[in-house]
């Protein structure tokens, strides 16, 4: 983007690298006369995916999009019950469990990690609980020991890991941690598929009726086994999701370099803090969130960029508990999801982005901090 032209800036924007080589699959595709119901490029993709995640006795189930994977995947888990999830994440991931007929119980966050508090879990989980339903939050990880070993007191543990596809734990990918993990494809997310996400799941009998949730319960040409719906990834998003894996490695390394520059010029302000990085933990910098002291510095900051054509964005504000159909529904009490969430900004971040750009965010900053 040319800041020159003073072009907007998004706290998101979609990576295509080769544009040509996209244009020439898609038209080979065209052709083939293969366009959906798990054809031959999903199959390819879960492979390719496979190879990505690089774990002994994994399975990779595609889908449409993330949201309707975390669905399926609680749906194909057979739960009723409770499900402790966090206030602090985008709206899909408490829609997905209502969406199921299960009952949302939040917990407050962690304030190094922005993920679920550990403590938290302990102090909510009841004999109703049947699930907990962690987010993996701007790229940082949960803390996966203390869930894993809810496993072993019989509650279920589904990964909202739509945010860390690429991020990497003691050196090895995440997607295989808990009962299952669903990634987002989303444009806006560092795997592009322009809609599309996957589970992940160490049991191939899970994996099994998740595949076949996507596609109706269809069994064959005759059976129908689970009430299922159309949640396929189709052959367009595949091939898309694929190219994009191809460029996964540069994405994430330029996006390095865009946060290493937001460090370098962002470091002495006391007004603002960053994102701190976490022990045994290399980001896939999916997200570069900025904490302000108060709500009202944080919406002067929001405005200012808007008026310069810079549109960073509130991830995640308000808190979900705070939203219509939950507010006044589930007793909540959250102080430390209420108070990151009015204080956090997300600045532009690309895995196509200028290095000149984050310049030109950091000159704004500054700016703003002189005029106040
Ligand atoms: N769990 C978590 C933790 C998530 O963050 C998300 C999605 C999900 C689950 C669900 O995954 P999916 O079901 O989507 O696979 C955006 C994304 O649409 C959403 O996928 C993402 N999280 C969320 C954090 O951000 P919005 O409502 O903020 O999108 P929107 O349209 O305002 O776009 C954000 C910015 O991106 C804009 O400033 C412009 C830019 N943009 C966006 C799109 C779609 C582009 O430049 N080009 C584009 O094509 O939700």
Redesign the pocket.
Known sequence: MDTSNNLPL?????FIPDEEALVTGFRQLLRSGMLTNRGPMVLQFEEDLLKHFGHANLSVVTCC???LAMELTLRALGLRGKVIVPSF??V??VHAVVNEGLEPVFADIDPNTFCISPKEIERLITPDTCAVLP?HVYGNVCDVEYLESLRKRGIRVIY?S??VFGTRFHDAALGNWGDAEVF??????ILNAC?G?AVTTRDPELAKRIKLLTNFGITNETEVDLIGTNAKMSEVHALFGRYSLLHLAQAIENRRKICSIYDDRLSGFSWLSPLKSQPGVRSNYQYYPVFLESLRVRDDLYQFFRTRNV?A?K?FFPAIHLLAPYVNRYSAQLPVTEDTSNRVLCLPLHSSMREADAHHVCDMIEEFKKGR
């Open positions: 998004y706290t998101a924007f979609p999009n993330a949201t994440t985008f899909a991931t987010v909202d739509a945010h987002s494809f989303h444009a806006t997310k809609e996400g549109f964005r991830y």
